[in-house]
């Protein structure tokens, strides 16, 4: 019975796990590609698109697949009943009237973060991390906000997982971890330019329960040369925007 349970997870992470590489490339993709991505045989890869397929996670046939129409209404789903962007999205959007920058609501998923809402600036010249975009869980001010507000043993899994597939090495592993304490001494994160180019970020933590794990961030963003000379007014805007919001997941 163990060993049957077992086959039977085994099974189910790497189906989950082919269905989140395609989830964060969000384009089709070549059995070639996602082998290299997913690191699964070919003939086991093709078990696990087949049975996606039949429950419409995934279109396609022979060389290319793509997420598929179950993908949709999952996707609107999540938009309409998660309490996290419900109880984020009014806050967000009064952050982003009063500093006519872009405000972004992002989540830690295994070692990547995911952009769940995005409140987009009313410039001509914006920032824009699109809803859905995943990226390595390292960089940018939303990225180190995550770890720096996680439990230890979590942030120390990630890390340990950022190194094997070799997205830090020993001497940026310890500087990220300094980087970090000073982070969690602060209670907000800010970069400049480390995700994409010109880019300001200030990002602050969502606390839902013991305020020590973050179970989310919102982050400023705008870019850089319009952010001169107003870091500090920016900053205090998303910390306190994050404490409202805190308070408000705290009451439920």
Not at 3 to 30: C, F, I, N, Q, W
Not at 36 to 41: E, K, M, P, R, Y
């Amino acid at each position: 019975m163990q060993e049957d349970h077992t086959v039977a997870k085994g099974s189910a992470e790497r189906v989950l796990h082919v269905l989140a590489t395609l989830a964060r490339l969000g384009r089709g993709a070549t059995i070639a590609e996602l082998m290299d991505l997913t690191g699964l045989a070919q003939s086991t890869l093709y078990r696990q698109l087949s049975l996606l397929r039949r429950w419409g996670f995934v279109i396609g046939r022979d060389n290319e697949f793509s997420p598929g129409p179950m993908c949709v209404p999952l996707a609107w789903g999540f938009d309409q009943s998660s309490f996290l962007t419900l109880e984020s999205h009014e806050r967000m959007e009064a952050l982003s009237n009063l500093s006519g920058e872009s405000i972004g609501l992002l989540m830690a998923v295994k070692h990547q973060i995911v952009c769940l809402d995005m409140v987009e600036s009313r410039h001509p010249l914006r920032c824009s991390f699109v809803k859905g975009r995943m990226l390595p869980l390292c960089k940018g001010a939303s990225a180190k906000a995550l770890l720096a507000f996680m439990h230890v043993e979590q942030r120390r899994a990630v890390l340990d997982q950022l190194q094997r597939d070799q997205l830090l090495d020993d001497a940026a592993r310890a500087d990220l971890e300094r980087q970090l304490e000073r982070i969690r001494a602060q209670g907000y994160a800010v970069t400049n330019g480390e995700v994409d180019a010109g880019v300001w970020g200030a990002s602050a933590p969502l606390f839902q329960h013991d305020g020590h794990a973050a179970v989310a961030v919102i982050t400023l963003m705008a870019p850089s040369l319009r952010a001169q000379g107003q870091e500090e007014r920016f900053i205090e805007m998303i910390v306190r925007g994050a404490a409202h919001i805190s308070s408000r997941l705290q009451s439920l």
